[in-house]
């Protein structure tokens, strides 16, 4: 069987089948509700704009370590083309991509990640197919978030410039991070849990960054689903801390987060601009936006976050 | 010579280069300042939301009308595969997608479009090259949009279901439009400008929906000039109003609004809902984010537009 | 069931499993031995070339029909690049291409189609996933074709421009298209099996060319078998005879050949200039080279078929 | 200038243009005519063949090296896919690519290297563009090569398991190479130049394997063009000596050869497997196929070429 007793007993738990109807395919994205949305909104007093991707290019972090899995190639189809053929009239640049959908600031379908044969809310893992991709729990689905942000500041908290790879968080490291944001999280509210992990993917060691790392890990999934957190993403390529804390339950938070809660979550996210701005205007709440594009079917889908202060 | 006269007068009334300094890429992305953010925010009341995109998949608008133009191909990376190979043991399902840039719900480059030898702010058209795209005033200069959104809505105020292919678009249904929205544009508002085109699209006839269309015009330039807007979008596949206005001016809107005012355009974006909405709520002004995806040196981007009221 | 009574007969008395081992993933592609490149090879006097493919660009008969398969796409990554920046220094031109499999002139796998949970000699169907493809019968297990290729040139023998769309080939066809060539098929020849059909496709009417055909039917199974036939191409895109001869068993040639015979087929090919070459030079048979595009685990390969006279 | 003073003596020496017309884009394909046919054919003897091509997948040697060329990802569009959905009926496998052209075994477009603004028989560079490719000198001008192909066994000559990194192969080599395969170069043969670098590709060294290497440079141009050699292959990535013998006159084989002889050249070849055939069966003459894939002005294109003994 897939996880150890006491996994099992955790899943068990945090389950939100059911919760949100037989038909749900959004989990804990019907958190993210208008109040959270006002939420967020109430918070913008200065207009100012902070974007939370990583570009989409050949530096991606994607670079052959997960099978299949391509950086962006972005190239042209025509570059100054006139369709008169006179020189100065009126000329077309146009381009194409080609991409894995995971290349860069992304975020996961329920869908993505399955087990004992079964995804999200108990649709059977078949509805994934070759030819149609997810037909239930796709990335489509889960729909915009409109919501407040709160920066988890690790590195902040812990007084370091980032968190050790293997560093697997903690609930008291969530509580200790919240009270230094001075917020209360309520339900729907999005974390951006900084680790600082993505200073590596700025240094241009991919390979550092791709690989061991801290992250969200089994000390975290209740406190998730006891504060009914919207979404959670990660300045990390993997999400979960790597190595993971016990090889016979690889990849468990993406087993339990996914398919068990429901829950929203996505990964290289960029918080260092973040970071400082939330020093320099003293507060680690703000609005955040995050429209998925919506691929129909897609097992993860590239998105834009921005936080607005 | 590139333009008739009079829209060579045109086209220098209009002319922002310099506007925003000599080293300006974002045009008119530079009016949705904070205070239009600010507004746009301040219209958040029911926390309730519309995406204004549509779907990414086979059936996209981008059928081979443009030379190399094609709809979202998403494939399967991984189906249901186990790291363990046991069965009923956690497993991934994992895609990837080749796309014109410009398949879904986009937003123009302003280097999408040069004439004379210049793009937005005089940087030579040369900027665009095979290998690094728009090296100068690429889709992802423009960054994140949060500013108030106001509906255009021209079928609502002209009593039809939708505006005539052919039909070019006029100052004065802007101004009624604005009039029976009930608002005075400012600077940094988006326009959505509803034609009600995206119906064909809806409807399967996506020949018709590219081909003859209603959109904005020569008459319609000054006018969103005049008014400081920061960026119009419309429910169109080519923008501008086709067949052209003057066949010797073809994509003149393209040339004008990218090259000269530098101004923020996309397509493809659906309004219907929207339309609903604002008659359902009684007002056409509300919170508008879409954050095109961060696509380096790319010639337009897909962008995931969010109406919130 | 997959077939009725007669067609499973059919299937079982074609069926080529075990014939050339348990392990075998090559089907006919046996019979292109040693003594079928020599036949080949013998014919070879003027030292003249015909190109049997189909060029591999925006036109390809890929056109939507069947789900996700596109024309080749071939873009730029370097246009004139020069390394050191000087104008008419050293440049270099680059390119990058996606495409369907079959896209062009093709091959296919005999993994390509499978029935009752099984393919080629009986390795379960499952042998094909997401993330590997083809791990048995893959297009890069069947290797070069060297052998002698014989033109059936249906339209010649029956003295039309082209055969009618749906027209089933029958093993009377064949015989009179031997004779009409002059030759006694041999084990491991391969026939060019000339409808005509492709006129359409040059005269583009890709719709025409791609739905309604002539072709091989379940009349021609058992004389292929019988002559121990190498492999059989066609100038169609669905290779064998459309509509079917039975909407129960829709595909059934595919399923024989594929499945039950591990017949090496392949479809796109172009054999109205060698129709004329076969005509000025008094004979049908030559030596045909057709090495398969090796790519791993592939469910079907770009072939450039060439005969030489 | 982009040539030293020796070197576009050279340059000038061995250029073909005019030689075949005016119109000419295939160069020395031309001397590949019905005699080195035939006489390519003479050779087969025993009907045994030699791939002389590497596998197409994600280990290709092109891993990012040169920008945005990447390794053929194959995804699958359907797997055991059902039209009727019922278990155990006919089910079909199908699949997709995207690579760069060059990604395996290929031969490269005239067009693929320019200077001074011209390609091979003088036309205009500009001939390339972003939207349409090589309007000029395409890898679909060259056709199909039949002809008799010798192996250049440069490590066997020498005595070494493969050349040094760095080594510029001489013309005294290929007297050497040619005298220990006991043949008088004729015009229109095939030389297949064995080094033995691809021995660090198959070890999966493909780092090693990309970048120094062995191979053909400025002492070897006018051996082949006084011997009027068709066409040379090499087991190399880079297909010239690396390091260039001199920087300043970076890529200068690919410069002579392909705009100025219009030589055909190909890369990523494997002849380990042919040179242990030519020892065993001590000779080192044989019947050469190649056709590359006939890509619409593609810049270089995929190739299989086989060996027949």
Same mark, same amino acid.
């Given at each position: 069987?897939?996880?150890?007793?006491?996994?099992?007993?955790?899943?068990? @738990?945090?389950? =939100?089948?059911?919760?949100?109807?037989?038909?749900?395919?959004?989990?804990?994205? &019907?958190?993210?509700?208008?109040?959270?949305?006002?939420?967020?909104?109430?918070?913008?007093?200065?207009?100012? #704009?902070?974007?939370?991707?990583?570009?989409?290019?050949?530096?991606?972090?994607?670079?052959?370590?997960?099978?299949?899995?391509?950086?962006?190639?972005?190239?042209?189809?025509?570059? &100054?083309?006139?369709?008169?053929?006179?020189?100065?009239?009126?000329?077309? =640049?146009?381009?194409?991509?080609?991409?894995?959908?995971?290349?860069?600031?992304?975020?996961?379908?329920?869908? #993505?990640?399955?087990?004992?044969?079964?995804?999200? =809310?108990?649709?059977?893992?078949?509805?994934?197919?070759?030819? @149609?991709? !997810?037909?239930?729990?796709?990335?489509?689905?889960?729909?915009?978030?409109?919501?407040?942000?709160?920066?988890?500041?690790?590195?902040?908290?812990?007084?370091?410039?980032?968190?050790?790879?293997?560093?697997?968080?903690?609930?008291?490291?969530?509580?200790?991070? !919240?009270?230094?944001?001075?917020?209360? +999280?309520?339900?729907?509210?999005?974390?951006? +849990?900084?680790?600082?992990?993505?200073?590596?993917?700025?240094?241009?060691?991919?390979?550092?960054? =791709? #690989?061991?790392?801290?992250?969200?890990?089994?000390?975290?999934?209740?406190?998730?689903?006891?504060?009914? +957190?919207?979404?959670?993403?990660?300045?990390?390529?993997?999400?979960?801390?790597?190595?993971?804390?016990?090889?016979?339950?690889?990849?468990?938070?993406?087993?339990?987060?996914?398919?068990?809660?429901?829950?929203?979550?996505?990964? &290289?996210?960029?918080?260092?601009?973040?970071?400082?701005?939330?020093?320099?205007?003293?507060?680690?709440?703000?609005?955040?936006? !995050?429209?998925?594009?919506?691929?129909? &079917?897609?097992?993860?889908?590239?998105? #834009?976050?921005?936080?607005?202060?």
């Amino acid at each position: 069987m897939a996880l150890p007793d006491e996994l099992q007993e955790l899943a068990a @738990k945090v389950r =939100n089948w059911g919760r949100w109807g037989d038909d749900d395919q959004r989990g804990t994205q &019907n958190l993210i509700d208008a109040d959270a949305s006002r939420r967020g909104v109430a918070l913008v007093e200065h207009g100012r #704009h902070r974007s939370l991707a990583i570009g989409l290019d050949e530096k991606s972090p994607q670079q052959g370590g997960a099978p299949g899995r391509i950086a962006p190639l972005r190239t042209m189809l025509a570059v &100054n083309e006139s369709y008169t053929g006179v020189e100065g009239d009126c000329a077309f =640049n146009d381009d194409t991509v080609v991409m894995a959908m995971s290349a860069g600031t992304h975020i996961d379908a329920l869908a #993505h990640c399955t087990y004992g044969g079964q995804m999200y =809310n108990g649709f059977p893992a078949e509805r994934v197919t070759a030819s @149609k991709g !997810a037909t239930r729990c796709g990335a489509d689905k889960l729909g915009p978030i409109v919501s407040r942000g709160i920066l988890i500041d690790l590195p902040a908290v812990k007084g370091v410039e980032r968190l050790e790879p293997g560093y697997a968080i903690t609930a008291e490291d969530l509580d200790a991070a !919240a009270e230094h944001a001075r917020v209360t +999280v309520q339900a729907g509210d999005v974390l951006l +849990v900084r680790t600082g992990q993505v200073q590596l993917f700025h240094g241009g060691d991919t390979y550092a960054y =791709n #690989h061991d790392s801290p992250g969200l890990s089994t000390h975290t999934v209740e406190w998730l689903h006891a504060h009914d +957190v919207g979404a959670a993403f990660t300045d990390t390529y993997i999400y979960e801390v790597w190595p993971p804390q016990d090889w016979a339950a690889m990849m468990v938070v993406h087993m339990i987060h996914l398919r068990d809660m429901g829950f929203v979550q996505g990964q &290289n996210f960029d918080f260092e601009g973040l970071a400082a701005d939330c020093a320099e205007l003293g507060r680690h709440e703000f609005l955040l936006t !995050a429209h998925p594009e919506p691929f129909t &079917n897609a097992l993860s889908a590239p998105v #834009h976050p921005v936080a607005t202060f």
